[in-house]
């Protein structure tokens, strides 16, 4: 039965929402359109397979259900794969737990054990293996990262090697050409005046900045050192923002979806881009109505072009600091073994690399 709650919104008596159920899982192992019967296997304890069909017929009459084709079965549309997540997330914090035996053997086997970008790449790989589907995870932004220290080399009397480092570790080197001929004395005064200036402050704070302030006085050091400051700036726009690894996108391809090539050419343009990535994922996660993971269903989706998928999206803590995880995949994503997938990378955190996946 069909009513409505107390907001004017549907719900569902507890016979549909198991058939529902059952629907949204046989289609998201198969791909195929679900009949009565099918569910009927499906089901622990059926009713009769004219039970189904008429609850199936009801539950096309108020939206959660499709029929592609007269003689075939019915489809869930994202009505209904909407109320079966929110199920999902509404029993989440007893469910979390309940990771099957397979997932866990996989993840032992595969955990990464390597630090750094290559950790970010192999938590990618996981997150794909463990929800067989298109994986993203994208590192802590760079706003928050500390300067170690701007080094400037003189090459000749014009050209100077400037070297940033920070303390995540990485390192940009630029050939920066100066303004005039300054002695290799005055080009390491003004190195040591910007080391000062940009060592221990953030990468965000320093890219607010046209350049800091060096000398109200205009001698050759201060001259110099304005320049390369505007220059040790330019280093850090020129940053990647953050991290972003992928993984699954081949197994993607194999999916029926994919018979149609506009979704694939949708798919590719978005993935092109790991700025994109980074600015959407960033602000869908912080759209998610304080749930532990967001998820947008098909049309739901904010991002246009990809309105044949589903997205989901949640945080993990890494060494360097808080980082996303997203798994993209068709409307039929599997979510309850994404949830699981995401839940198990939580626990191969930088920030605690000895906890065991139990």
């Known amino acids: 039965m069909v009513g409505r709650d107390r907001q004017g919104g549907k719900r569902l008596d507890a016979r549909s929402k198991e058939i529902l159920e059952a629907v949204v899982r046989l289609h998201s192992e198969t791909g195929r359109p679900v009949s009565s019967s099918l569910v009927a296997r499906f089901l622990p304890t059926a009713p009769s397979p004219a039970t189904i069909r008429a609850v199936m017929k009801r539950l096309e009459q108020a939206g959660f259900l499709e029929q592609p084709h007269t003689s075939a079965g019915r489809l869930p549309t994202d009505a209904g794969y909407r109320v079966y997540v929110d199920g999902l997330r509404a029993a989440w914090a007893l469910r979390r737990f309940d990771v099957p035996a397979e997932m866990l053997a996989a993840a032992r086997e595969a955990a990464p054990a390597t630090g750094g970008q290559d950790r970010i790449k192999d938590l990618a790989r996981l997150l794909s293996l463990l929800t067989r ?135 590719i343009r978005f993935l092109e881009s790991p700025r994109d990535i980074r600015t959407s994922l960033d602000r869908m996660y912080h759209h998610r109505d304080r749930e532990p993971f967001g998820v947008w269903i098909g ?45 198990i990378l939580r626990r191969f955190s930088g920030r605690d690399p000895g906890r065991a996946v139990n």
Request: glycine share 8%; hydrophobic share 40%; net charge negative.
């Open 133 to 267: 589907n298109i994986s993203i995870v994208v590192g802590p932004s760079l706003d928050d990262v500390a300067v170690v220290r701007l080094e400037s080399y003189p090459r000749t009397s014009r050209k100077v090697m400037m070297v940033l480092i920070l303390d995540n570790g990485q390192v940009q080197t630029r050939l920066v050409d100066l303004d005039a001929d300054y002695p290799a004395q005055v080009v390491s005064e003004a190195a040591a005046i910007l080391s000062e200036r940009f060592g221990g402050r953030r990468v965000g704070e320093l890219r607010g900045s046209k350049q800091p302030v060096v000398d109200l006085m205009r001698t050759p050091v201060s001259r110099c050192a304005s320049v390369l400051g505007r220059e040790g700036v330019g280093m850090l726009h020129d940053l990647e923002d953050a991290v972003v690894e992928m993984d699954g996108v081949a197994r993607m391809l194999e999916e029926p979806e994919f018979q149609d090539t506009r979704p694939l050419k949708a798919l």
């Open 299 to 343: 049309a739901e989706n904010p991002l246009g072009s990809l309105r044949n998928f589903s997205v989901v999206t949640g945080e993990i803590a890494l060494a360097e600091g808080q980082g996303l995880l997203a798994v993209l995949g068709p409307r039929r994503l599997p979510y309850q073994r994404t949830f699981q997938g995401m839940e």
